[in-house]
């Protein structure tokens, strides 16, 4: 008699796996969507913030904090910034996490990206914000 026929769905999942009703990865597909929907928020941000990259060129910082002293400007180029940023650490740790074998050096790296990803996301909001304000 089949698995099929006797009720009980056919797998390639151990036991355990099954129990504990998790992947190979434990979090895999959380990745895979927040890459995704920060690729989206990307290809829809990168039009205006192309204006507005145009606007400023040439320009000394005074009229680049009075072009980026508008809201709707600054918002947009922050959530560039982010959705960017995100995007950026997710994919090094895709990378890190499939050909870094060293475990101990593989841990250091992911910690070094997110630091180094918040720091980059951090340092050019602020940029954003002082340019903004014309302080």
């Known amino acids: 008699m089949s698995a099929q026929k006797s009720g009980k769905p056919t797998s390639m999942r151990t036991p355990l796996s099954r129990v504990r009703n998790l992947g190979a990865a434990h979090s895999g597909t959380t990745d895979f969507f927040r890459q995704r929907i920060t690729a989206v928020a990307l290809v829809l941000l990168i039009v205006p913030v192309i ?69 980059v996301g951090i340092a050019s909001i602020y940029a954003i914000i002082k340019l903004s304000s014309g302080v």
């Open 51 to 119: 204006a507005v990259i145009m606007t400023l060129l040439g320009r000394n910082q005074a009229a680049a904090a009075q072009i980026l002293g508008s809201p709707l400007i600054a918002i947009i180029m922050i959530l560039f910034i982010i959705a960017s940023c995100w995007h950026m650490k997710i994919g090094m740790q895709v990378v890190l996490e499939d050909y870094v074998h060293d475990e101990k050096l593989k841990l250091a790296a992911i910690i070094a990206n997110n630091f180094f990803s918040f720091g």
